[in-house]
């Protein structure tokens, strides 16, 4: 079900038929569904020209923006390819429908089962990222959720072209469109509106910059899954391996700067830092170096270099600028990220367990790494098939939101007439 423009009228009759295609899509078997999502795949390779095509449009209209905004907007296709491969991956994960967690029987012979069920309806609202649309629906359709996508005007042709793909597939297979909800106008009013409907919406999901969370946590009335800001950090240890290090951190910031799991700061024990600092900064040729004054004092003969502020260590820049720290003990490291992080990612570089140990065990993040890039924390990369968002809140979902995280465990009771006494 597509909508450009809502009214009043459309809004309601939306929202009526959105909660019962929740209920529909609740008894669709995992045969239809693995089925819908291939065809799905398939469409979107066979029509990558009208989706590149309308990338382009949007491409066009966002010249101005920043870097990592354009990269983030920018399909081609590799990315079309990834998009499909995580379609087929998820395919190929069980259905977390119906799953029993677990059981017991109690002594009067009432037999208890947890049981996985969807949540419900989603409501999604997204920004520059037209992959989310397709990666968004996927997730929320295996897992039995219908779902309503709200896209930014940045990405609007981008998405209504995957849109229609969606809703010619679910049609050719006779099942009702209304099992999503794809949302082309951005009148603000409206989703307002929609974060009030607490008898309908199920759970929101909010992805995109600082202005789109606060704006949904303030206003909403619905339960809310955050995809709060990465501001990552990694912490080099003074025993660490320096090409391990130089490896780790390259990829962190570089492989891809404008997403959530990038670093942003890195944290050098003093005792490595004058070792490490020169090659990095070598090794690095487009990244601005933004560094504390030990740091700098280092790397004083050297080009882009700028000074930190206090502002530095609190910003997430999605861009080749890399924030540079240098600490005297792991405790400096652990109290610069406690004050300063997100608790998206973080990463020690280190040879002794025990320290690593003492960091994972202290450091409050969604994810935690021991000798490996911050750029893990993707729901595709960890066999989740994608995600719909990385979650930093501990309620109800915690890390990459996949299939598993899009259901709440209910009890089921099979009795053969027991009463409480």
């Known amino acids: 079900m597509i909508t450009k423009t809502l009214s009043k009228l459309n809004f309601q009759q939306g929202l009526s038929k959105i909660k ?15 089925l819908v999502l291939t065809q799905i795949a398939d469409e979107i390779w066979s029509q990558r020209d009208k989706i590149l095509s309308a990338n382009h449009k949007d491409l066009k209209l966002a010249k101005g923006h920043p870097a990592a905004f354009i990269d983030r907007l920018t399909l081609n296709t590799r990315r079309l390819e990834t998009m499909i491969e995580s379609l087929r991956e998820i395919v190929k994960l069980s259905d977390p429908v119906g799953e029993v967690v677990e059981t017991k029987t109690l002594s009067n012979g ?53 849109f229609k793909i969606i809703d010619t597939v679910l049609s050719r297979n006779g099942l009702p469109t209304h099992l999503f909800w794809g949302l082309s106008d951005f009148d603000r ?76 700061t890195i944290l050098i024990h003093n005792q490595i830092a004058s070792k490490l600092l020169p090659q990095l900064h070598q090794m690095m040729p487009g990244v601005q170096f933004v560094c504390d004054s030990k740091a700098k004092a280092m790397l004083k003969d050297f080009d882009r270099i700028l000074p930190a502020t206090k502002k530095s260590w609190d910003t997430e820049y999605l861009d080749l600028f890399l924030n540079v720290c240098v600490v005297e003990t792991l405790k400096a490291a652990v109290d610069h990220i406690r004050k300063h992080g997100s608790r998206h990612s973080e990463s020690i570089i280190a040879r002794d367990q025990s320290v690593a140990t003492e960091f994972i065990s202290i450091v409050d993040a969604a994810a935690v790494y021991w000798n490996a890039s911050t750029r893990f924390t993707d729901g595709f990369e960890m066999g989740l098939g994608g995600e719909i968002g990385i979650s930093t809140q501990k309620l109800h979902v915690r890390g990459p939101v996949g299939l598993k995280e899009l259901t709440s465990c209910r009890w089921v009771g099979v009795g053969n007439g027991q009463v409480r006494v």
């Open 20 to 34: 019962s295609g929740a209920e529909v899509l609740r008894n669709i078997q995992s045969e239809t569904k693995n």
């Open 110 to 162: 009432l037999k208890l089962s947890r049981v996985r069920a969807p949540l419900g309806v989603l409501f999604m609202i997204f920004e520059s990222r037209p992959n989310v649309a397709l990666e968004a629906f996927s997730i929320a359709f295996k897992s039995g959720n219908a779902i309503i996508l709200k896209g930014g005007r940045e990405s609007k042709n981008t998405v209504e072209a995957i």
């Open 189 to 264: 009013k409206w989703v307002l509106k929609f974060l009030k409907e607490k008898n309908t919406l199920d759970v929101v999901i909010p992805r995109g910059g600082d202005a789109l969370i606060d704006f949904v946590v303030k206003n909403s009335l619905i339960p809310i899954i955050k995809n709060d800001r990465g501001l990552c950090h990694i912490y080099v240890h003074e025993d660490a391996d320096i090409e391990m290090a130089l490896k780790i951190i390259i990829n962190a910031k570089t492989q891809r700067p404008g997403v959530c799991n990038a670093v942003e």
